[in-house]
Antibody
Framework: EVQLVQSGAEVKKPGESLRISCKGS????????IGWVRQMPGKGLEWMGN????????TYGPSFEGQVTFSADKSINTAYLQWSSLRASDTAMYFC?????????????????WGQGVLVTVSS | QSVLTQPPSASGTPGQRVTISCSGS????????VYWYQQLPGAAPKVLIY???QRPSGVPDRFSGSKSGTAASLAISGLRSEDEADYYC?????????FGIGTKVTVL
């Protein structure tokens, strides 16, 4: 069974750094893209970008380029989302998800499994 | 503001059919597949429809998807109380994945 388990909720102050994790199991972690999705309180889903754990190739959404960093450690089947200096506006739920493409075509990728989400609260 | 437009809300009584629209453009829905996700309250999203009209195993056939040109729709037939959730359409757009703003479905 494919599972993605994310780290626990975080409460941080503005300016602090943070790294949250997403650990995969039940499949070959290196072979599938992991995507990150933000959901601000009471709002919809926003795609942040993807990382391919096999070679750490990354794609960032335009709103998140330069604001966050994706990384992955394939030896422990874990992907990370990192901030160097948090802002109050980073307060949100963050989901990781596995992307699959039945045909291998770029536009065929979609999220078939999701982590449970990490609530990040940034407040002074 | 998303490039995929959905109505913010939809509702129906148990047993009714509810349809949610998703309007895009030639750069997203017009040339790529459409996906639909369901997010129950307090839960992670779950894929309902992939590749416009395909259901993953385990998704009831009450859920169906369609696409025509730059628009897509999700239909829920035989509405049930457990279908009360937020529904998001999604598509690739020049290498970026975009979600619609979401439609809250209420079962009256």
């Amino acid at each position: 069974e494919v599972q993605l388990v994310q780290s626990g909720a975080e409460v941080k102050k503005p300016g602090e750094s943070l790294r949250i994790s997403c650990k995969g199991s039940g499949y070959i972690f290196s072979n599938y893209w992991i995507g990150w999705v933000r959901q601000m309180p009471g709002k919809g889903l926003e795609w942040m970008g993807n990382i391919y754990p096999g070679d750490s190739d990354t794609t960032y959404g335009p709103s998140f380029e330069g604001q966050v960093t994706f990384s992955a450690d394939k030896s422990i089947n874990t992907a990370y989302l990192q901030w160097s200096s948090l802002r109050a506006s980073d307060t949100a739920m963050y989901f990781c998800g596995r992307l699959i493409a039945p045909t291998g075509i770029g536009s065929d990728y979609y999220f078939d499994s999701w982590g449970q989400g990490v609530l990040v609260t940034v407040s002074s | 503001q998303s490039v995929l437009t959905q109505p913010p809300s939809a509702s129906g009584t148990p047993g009714q059919r509810v349809t949610i629209s998703c309007s895009g453009s030639s750069s997203n829905i017009g040339r790529n597949f459409v996906y639909w996700y369901q997010q129950l309250p307090g839960a992670a999203p779950k894929v309902l429809i992939y590749r416009n009209d395909q259901r993953p195993s385990g998704v009831p056939d009450r859920f169906s998807g369609s696409k025509s040109g730059t628009a897509a729709s999700l239909a829920i037939s035989g509405l049930r109380s457990e279908d009360e959730a937020d529904y998001y359409c999604a598509a690739w757009d020049d290498g970026l994945y975009v979600f619609g703003i979401g439609t809250k479905v209420t079962v009256l």
